[in-house]
């Protein structure tokens, strides 16, 4: 008798990477109820501006950075979706400036649809960027679930004096951007089975690579705000640095780095749901230029691990690029200008 043929992980979610997230208009109705009232002192950032992970002061030079991020397959491979998927967990500790202590893995998979040895090769996925990142996973929770589910809480410490924010930008601060665009198209013309193999190493190469500049950024003096890229694409957390900071944003299309052959991906009509759902969420404090549909498409395209977001002075700009550079960055660019006004953006 034949073994039964193993599904593909993307053909069991309905949605990859994360492309999962709640829509971010729908997202800001649910937190807006749910605030809590008791904020103790030592608690430095919470969800006030949806940053990227909670920060809570323990001494003067430490403070604990708490952060959990899982999703469904953005590949078929199982251990890729893990490395991917632990990547894109750990970087919100870099994107407050920390740096990473340990991880719980949070598991959930279809016990009688997939292999016991493919759901072991997703977690060896993941445990392999742990150690590149040099941190134990010390635990974690395991369910059965319909759709298969790969992530991890994330643990890391920060000085406060270190600590970079996403509401902490000022006017005439450059915006720096630390990976190319496109991880989402890629993913949807993946599932469709039209992405090439050149590409698919383009997109893993990219979700992999651990953003570890942030550990470093938060001691650049003229470093003010840092977050990532991730679902809700550029516009979306870029809009969540202008809302905390209050301030408007500029973004130069030319300057924003794209994964190779995006463009002519999204023109042969690859794209997710998520990216018109992010629009629909955000689109009205958006200004585009000529471009307009192709800029809306890629720049609302959900990111899975994606880059680094960095406002900075002008005068730290070199330390800021030369430090991705240093780091593996080679495609990190100055992408635009943070300006007085209301929390909005103009593409040009």
């Known amino acids: ?44 950032v919470g969800i006030e501006t949806s940053d990227d992970a909670a920060v809570y002061r323990i001494s003067e030079d430490q403070a604990v950075v708490a952060t959990t991020d899982f999703f469904m397959p953005i590949v078929d491979d199982p ?17 407050m400036g920390g740096t990473p202590l340990f991880a719980l893995a949070l598991v959930g998979m279809p016990i ?27 635990g974690g929770h395991s369910i059965d679930s319909v759709e298969p589910i790969y992530g991890l809480v994330a643990i890391g410490l920060v000085n406060p004096r270190h600590l970079r924010r996403n509401a902490d930008a000022r006017p005439g601060d450059r915006i720096v951007l630390g990976k190319p665009l496109g991880v989402g198209i890629y993913s949807a013309a993946l599932k469709k089975e039209k992405l090439s193999e050149a590409h698919y190493r383009e997109m893993l190469a990219s979700t992999t690579k651990l953003n570890t500049p942030g550990a470093k950024l938060g001691r650049i003096e003229g470093v003010h705000a840092l977050t990532d890229v991730t679902g809700f694409g550029l516009l979306g957390h870029l ?31 690859h794209r997710t749901g998520a990216s018109g759902r992010n629009w629909a969420g955000y689109g009205a ?26 406002t900075c002075a002008p005068a730290a700009v070199d330390a800021v690029l030369d430090l991705f550079r240093a780091e593996g960055f080679a495609r990190a660019a100055v992408i635009g200008e943070m300006a007085a006004g209301e929390p909005q953006v103009s593409v040009v």
Not at 121 to 135: D, F, K, Q, T, Y
């Open 112 to 138: 009688n649809v997939l292999p016991l040895d493919t759901i072991r090769r997703i977690l060896e996925g993941g445990e392999s960027v742990c150690r590149n990142a040099g941190i134990p996973i010390a």
């Open 1 to 44: 008798m034949n073994a039964p043929e193993v599904p593909r992980l993307t053909s069991l979610s309905h949605g990859g990477g994360c492309g999962c997230k709640i829509a971010p208009g729908v997202l800001e109705q649910i937190v807006a109820t749910t605030a809590s009232s008791f904020v103790p002192k030592e608690l430095l």
């Open 285 to 310: 404090r958006v200004q585009l230029g000529r471009h307009g549909d192709v800029q809306r498409d890629l720049l609302t395209d959900p990111q899975t691990s994606g880059g680094l977001l960095v």
């Open 239 to 269: 809009l969540e640095v202008c809302r905390g900071s209050g301030l408007g944003a500029r973004l130069e299309w030319d300057q924003v780095p794209l994964l190779p052959g995006v463009k002519d991906l999204l023109a042969a009509g």
């Open 79 to 95: 251990f890729d979706f893990g490395a991917i998927a632990a990547t894109n967990a750990i970087s919100d500790v870099y994107a």
